[in-house]
């Protein structure tokens, strides 16, 4: 290997590439590169490491107690912890005949107090591991989008009117322009009024359709220049935490950018997608535009989106697709008498690939429920068309056990917290995580106050709630190693089992304890820390922990093409050792999580 080989080798090894090229010839003449044949035993609980390894060929495994716990391949390093901490309890093996850099221990310490960033690589915590690792995988992938500008996305027409213009005479102006929102001028100041503004202070607080519409608007907006770029406009919507953001031209106001229509332009122009669902007139025309749904959510993944926005942003191209599947099958009468519902992944938007229905109707009290049968059973089928499966547990509308009246549903939300068995608080669990997608959503609203009402001091059946989230093992041994599954998936591990179900329950039955009801995981999360039920810290590591499983899983997913019947099921040897890493550190924060649980509920004294 000529010397510019070795020096484009290391510069392109994270976190080597962090180093000056000064640095990285210094170096060159500090390492030596040698070979070790199969079964060398490099490092071990006896054996003293004198050097930190980069593999250029070649495969060294990693082992506690015979037990494997990490492969390394080409351009991996190891072992940074044995000269660090100046001992270990691994035993590093070579598998498969190895050549590679050998970069002395003194050389290596000297590194770590002369290179900062190199040092923090080895040094910083599980949240800020998680971070940069995740930016460098996708820094390549998102060099486009960084120059690309504000004027070069979909921005909505604004309805601007003036402050002393009715309620009224402003909605009409908002649906003549065909705008999500209505931007109010106020003596020089401009405001805005959202669904959340309408809902808030004129339907709840029944607010006379004759005032001026000022008196209900925001103001303080967070506007971007057209000719920004759209990176700064990301930067604005996760600082301030907003769903748009007002687009000027100089003084003049020229648009509105969506947070969807950011991400819909991150995946190729995907807000056309959206547009097609709204303007779709058959189911048929539906099945067409599914069809090009895998390519965003491939598209977004590639390009390093966070997975919890991926799954935003398929849940509401989702719910369009219920929202015009229901107005399609329900004739317009009886589409205000009742509340279609979706719970599961889909309930907390979270679900990017298509899983099981899980959906249910609520219908208006004095309604005849015999009527609303033939309709859901056509809903279910034309869903199933569209590629979303068939619920096994058969939580659908097209069953009378998911289609009730208001009071119905109160019923049965009594017998599931009296009955305490299993089924019961499986079906609570569902319910948990109901979002309206058509029709009333005051239906569900009232089912669920009336659900948070019935676990007033309800402490023995939220313990029994809670428990199920311990009920699978976090696939992590002692010594941190990956303990695999059997039957047929013996070299592999069950994610959600073993880490996304804890935390999603875990979490969900915190929501129903303090009355929180967004449905988000993420979300609750959040609401949880506000409340001071977590620290800022662990409520980070909890988030960052939950977007490193559902990562994986979905890279996981997406590789497996179009066969997702193992999609739970992740091979850690197929992942690269950063994703490992990260892994392991997730499901120590799981761990963590179910400590935190057993402590809270008091579940080690629940039967």
């Not at 547990?393 to 056990?401: E, Q």
């Not at 590789?559 to 050792?577: E, R, T």
């Not at 400590?595 to 039967?607: A, D």
């Amino acid at each position: 290997m000529s010397l510019f080989d070795q020096k484009a080798l290391l510069m392109s090894i994270h976190p080597f590439d962090l180093l000056s090229e000064r640095m990285i010839e210094k170096l060159m003449t500090q390492m030596d590169i040698a070979y070790y044949p199969t079964d060398t035993v490099l490092i071990a609980p006896r054996v003293r490491a004198e050097s930190l390894y980069i593999i250029i060929k070649g495969i060294v495994n990693e082992t506690i107690d015979g037990e494997l716990q990490n492969v390394y391949g080409e351009r991996d390093s190891f072992d940074a912890n044995s000269l660090i901490y100046g001992n270990t309890q691994s035993t590093f093996t070579v598998a498969e005949d190895l050549i590679c850099y050998c970069l002395p221990k003194e050389s290596f310490l000297n590194l770590l107090q002369d290179a900062e960033t190199f040092q923090n690589y080895f040094m910083q915590d599980f949240i800020t591991k998680h971070q940069r690792l995740k930016e460098r995988q996708h820094q390549n992938d998102l060099t486009p989008f960084m120059v690309a500008r504000v004027d070069e996305i979909y921005l909505h027409a604004p309805c601007i009117v003036d402050a002393g213009l009715s309620i009224r005479e402003a909605l009409r102006e908002m649906t003549r322009t065909g705008a999500k929102v209505i931007l109010v001028r106020h003596e020089g100041a401009t405001g805005i009024v959202t669904d959340t503004n309408l809902r808030e202070k004129v339907l709840l607080a029944e607010k006379n359709m004759g005032d001026p519409i000022g008196e209900i608007a925001t103001y303080g907006l967070i506007m971007v220049e057209r000719s920004d770029f759209l990176f700064n406009a990301l930067l604005l919507f996760t600082k301030y935490g907003v769903k748009r953001l007002v687009v000027s031209e100089g003084e003049k106001i020229v648009g509105i950018l969506e947070q969807l229509d950011l991400l819909s332009h991150f995946a190729n122009h995907t807000h056309l997608i959206a547009a097609s669902i709204d303007r779709a007139t058959s189911i048929d025309e539906l099945v067409n535009i599914e069809r090009s749904l895998m390519q965003v959510i491939r598209s977004l993944t590639s390009k390093g989106v966070r997975v919890r926005y991926v799954s935003k942003l398929v849940s509401e191209l989702n719910a369009k697709v219920y929202r015009k599947v229901f107005e399609m099958v329900l004739p317009a009468g009886l589409q205000q008498r009742c509340a279609l519902i979706v719970m599961g992944s889909e309930g907390r938007s979270e679900q990017v690939l298509r899983t099981d229905q899980d959906n249910a109707l609520i219908i208006a009290d004095g309604e005849d429920e015999a009527v609303y049968e033939p309709y859901m059973q056509q809903l279910n089928a034309n869903l199933t068309r569209l590629g979303f499966p068939e619920c096994s547990g058969n939580v659908m509308v097209s069953n009378p056990y998911w289609r009730r009246t208001v009071t119905g549903y109160k019923k049965q939300i009594s017998e599931w917290i009296d009955t305490l068995d299993e089924q019961s608080l499986q079906s609570l669990s569902i319910f948990l995580d109901a979002q309206c997608v058509a029709g009333d959503e005051a239906l569900l609203s009232a089912c669920t106050t009336y659900l948070f009402e019935r676990f007033e001091g309800r402490s023995d059946v939220l313990a029994h709630l809670a428990k199920a989230a311990l009920a699978f093992e976090t696939p992590l041994s002692l010594f941190s190693g990956f303990v695999l599954g059997h039957a047929g998936h013996e070299s592999e591990l069950d994610i959600k089992k073993g880490g996304i179900f804890a935390i999603v329950h875990g979490i969900r039955t915190l929501a129903l304890e303090h009355k929180i009801q967004t449905t988000n995981t993420t979300e609750r999360i959040k609401e949880l820390n506000n409340i001071g039920l977590f620290d800022k810290r662990f409520a980070s590591e909890l988030i960052e922990a939950y977007d490193t499983l559902l990562s994986i899983r979905l890279r996981a997913m997406l590789s497996q093409k179009q066969d997702f019947k193992a999609q739970n099921y992740v091979n850690p040897k197929l992942l690269g050792k950063a994703d490992r890493d990260l892994l392991k550190d997730a499901f120590k924060i799981v761990n963590t999580f179910k400590k935190f649980l057993t402590y809270h509920f008091h579940l080690g004294m629940v039967v």
